[in-house]
């Protein structure tokens, strides 16, 4: 089946440092979203992306869509201690598969 | 506009018992999705509901079941339950179909002792 492998597992960086974390697909995607889920929450859509190469900002956080359709990334720039918790990835194959999700990123960020 | 609802947030129930937990999608959309998340095995679909019928399903056994209700709300039961089964269940939500943007609710945190 369809496979998603996150990386880096784990992140600790120095406030005011940049972050980025990717996701590789074995298998073309059509869709990818990044959410960040927080202690005993659920997880909050970050960005959604629909097209090959497309690169979408939300404030300090930039994800791209990579061209061949198997990967995409997230950046922050100047981090916060707000920015801390686990990043998730998820991708979708067709207009109606489910969404498969990466094992997440989980950021620490020293004040 | 309120978001995606689950009742209980918190469950704790003996093996071999049953469980129902309740989702209330955003007002507007018809698609409910279920996911378990767990440490060891991460986000995992279950489930998608749109217009009270089944439409996707997870590789999950027979014992997970859910249903939608005309107002959208859907329910999931897990039946006998297994200690495997204590995970965070996650619902969410969608306008139309799995195509569109999912919205999370908080989750029920189940524990089965």
């Known amino acids: 089946g369809q496979q998603l492998n996150q990386s880096p597992q784990s992140m600790f960086i120095q406030e005011g440092e940049d972050v980025s974390m990717n996701c590789t697909s074995s298998?073309?995607?059509?869709?990818w979203l990044w959410y960040k889920q927080d202690p005993g929450e659920g997880p909050v859509l970050l960005i959604a992306l629909y097209k090959a190469g497309e690169l979408t900002s939300n404030g300090r956080l930039t994800a791209q869509f990579g061209i061949t359709r198997k990967d995409s990334f997230l950046n922050i720039s100047a981090s916060i201690p707000s920015d801390v918790g686990i990043y998730f990835c998820?991708?979708?194959?067709?207009?109606?598969?489910?969404?498969?999700f990466g094992k997440g990123t989980k950021l620490s960020v020293k004040p | 506009k309120a978001g995606v609802t689950q009742t209980p947030r918190y469950l704790i129930k003996t093996r071999g018992q049953q469980v129902t937990l309740s989702c209330s999608p955003i007002?507007?959309?018809?698609?409910v999705s279920w996911y378990q998340q767990t440490p060891g095995q991460g986000l995992q679909f279950l489930f998608e509901y749109f217009s009270e019928t089944q439409r996707n399903k997870g590789n999950f056994p027979g014992r997970f079941s859910g249903r939608q209700f005309s107002n959208s709300r859907s329910e999931m039961n897990v039946s006998t339950l297994e200690l495997g089964d204590s995970a965070l269940y996650l619902c969410?939500?969608?306008?139309?179909?799995?195509?569109?943007?999912?919205?999370f609710g908080p989750g029920t945190r189940l524990t089965v002792l």
């Open positions: 998820a991708g979708r194959g067709g207009s109606q598969g489910n969404l498969i």
């Open positions: 298998s073309i995607f059509n869709t």
């Open positions: 969410a939500s969608s306008f139309s179909s799995l195509g569109d943007t999912q919205y």
């Open positions: 007002s507007g959309h018809r698609s």
